[in-house]
């Protein structure tokens, strides 16, 4: 594995961080202040759309999708980098490269399992960020950490699917511009476990879809995913040809939306470690206590080198990570994947925390972005799988080499 960056992934990280210095960094208090002044909190402002489209005149969009003839076809080893500079700003940069969840993971699911006509109708219009989407998979009723007790259902009749059920913690349902969901449910409740469940594709404005309410964050509203929603489906019709790579593909196309997606993730975080880390290094140069400036503090010292290990552990993980996937495919990366979304939320949650106390009050205030930060990393230890469950998994994984 060569550690370097090759020249395309450096062309386009140079380009990158000029647009978030000149850009990205100074609409984050123009966002805050029109959030604050919008009389619909989920509406779109415009300070993301004038990102939007200064990101896409620079050809700094779609970075994500390795398929070059809908993404820009970068690997995974690749676009690491790049995420990890959006990272540093999580509500803004993503969204702003058309690159922020639920929309990528739903791309790459349209990408890899759509009809020409699902890509027409739905994958072009995300591509282009004309409109945005939503993931309908987490249900209150059960336990969603296993996939398979899903309990929407998903039925044939005549030319059509009828869905019924109840969805929440549906990221992007509450943006205006969702124009389209993909809802997972079981087409058929006696088949082998994981042949039960099917995709398909759900129109927002289809009758007997309502979205009930949005699901908050720790006190915060999400909107760099659009928002959180939960979801009730009563009936709702839909024509066959919406499903998604067929009866029983579900959980097959779960899989393969998450991986991409949990790495994602993961590349952002460390970005966000990094800001942390940054912002921690410029207030303990900047402030005084007991008679010397905190930097002096051995505490702080310990806190400091800790996190720069932490972070370049995690890092070289990832980037593993990445060129497995890229080599051996996301089946033979599975133990990295795993590995990664297990330990990097926990390492940007322990860099966040001790930022936070060095900034003392001021560190769970607006005045800096480390209350939502460590907001949106303690989330991802539930998202797309607690903890618990991949340290399950990788368990049973390292156990096979021995029994």
């Not at 404005?205 to 720790?218: I, K, N, S």
């Not at 499903?243 to 993730?265: C, D, K, N, S, T």
């Not at 932490?310 to 495919?329: C, F, H, P, S, Y």
Request: one cysteine or more.
């Amino acid at each position: 594995m060569d550690f370097a960056y090759d020249a395309k992934t450096e062309e386009l990280r140079t380009k990158l961080l000029a647009f978030m210095d000149s850009h990205v960094y100074p609409a984050e208090a123009v966002l805050e202040q029109q959030l604050h002044d919008a009389a619909d909190p989920w509406e779109r402002q415009p300070i993301l759309e004038e990102l939007k489209a200064e990101a896409r005149r620079q050809g700094l969009w779609n970075l994500f999708l390795p398929d070059a003839e809908h993404g820009a076809g970068l690997t995974n080893l690749q676009y690491a980098p790049l995420a990890e500079i959006t990272g540093r700003s999580p509500h803004l940069a993503p969204e702003a490269l058309n690159c922020a969840a639920p929309d990528t993971g739903n791309m790459e699911v349209l990408a890899m399992f759509g009809t020409d006509e699902q890509k027409k109708q739905w994958l072009q219009p995300l591509l282009d960020g004309e409109i945005r989407s939503a993931f309908c998979m987490t249900e209150p009723e059960v336990a969603s950490s296993d996939a398979t007790n899903i309990a929407t259902r998903i039925e044939r009749d005549g030319d059509d699917y009828v869905i019924n059920g109840r969805k929440w913690w549906s990221s992007g349902a509450m943006n205006p511009n969702c124009a389209i969901f993909i809802v997972m449910g079981k087409t058929d409740p006696d088949a082998e476990r994981h042949r039960q469940q099917a995709m398909i594709l759900v129109p927002r404005d289809t009758p007997g879809v309502t979205v009930q309410r949005a699901l908050h964050v720790f006190g915060y509203g999400d909107h760099a995913h659009g928002g959180h929603a939960e979801i009730l489906f009563e009936d709702v019709r839909v024509p066959a040809s919406n499903l998604i790579a067929g009866e029983g593909e579900g959980f097959a196309v779960a899989q393969a939306r998450l991986g991409p997606g949990r790495i994602h993730h993961c590349m952002r975080l460390i970005g966000m470690a990094e800001r942390a880390l940054e912002l921690m290094c410029r207030r303990v140069s900047s402030r005084v206590a007991f008679g010397r400036p905190i930097a002096t503090q051995g505490v702080v010292h310990e806190w400091i080198a800790e996190s720069r290990v932490r972070i370049e552990q995690a890092r070289l993980l990832v980037l593993k990570t990445a060129w497995l996937m890229d080599t051996v495919g996301n089946k033979g990366a599975h133990t990295e994947i795993q590995a990664i979304k297990i330990g990097v939320p926990s390492m940007t949650e322990w860099v966040l925390d001790k930022a936070i106390q060095a900034h003392g009050g001021a560190g769970v205030s607006q005045d800096f972005p480390l209350a939502e930060l460590w907001a949106a990393t303690r989330t991802l230890r539930l998202a797309d799988g607690p903890d618990e469950v991949h340290r399950m998994s990788l368990a049973k994984r390292e156990l096979r080499k021995y029994v």
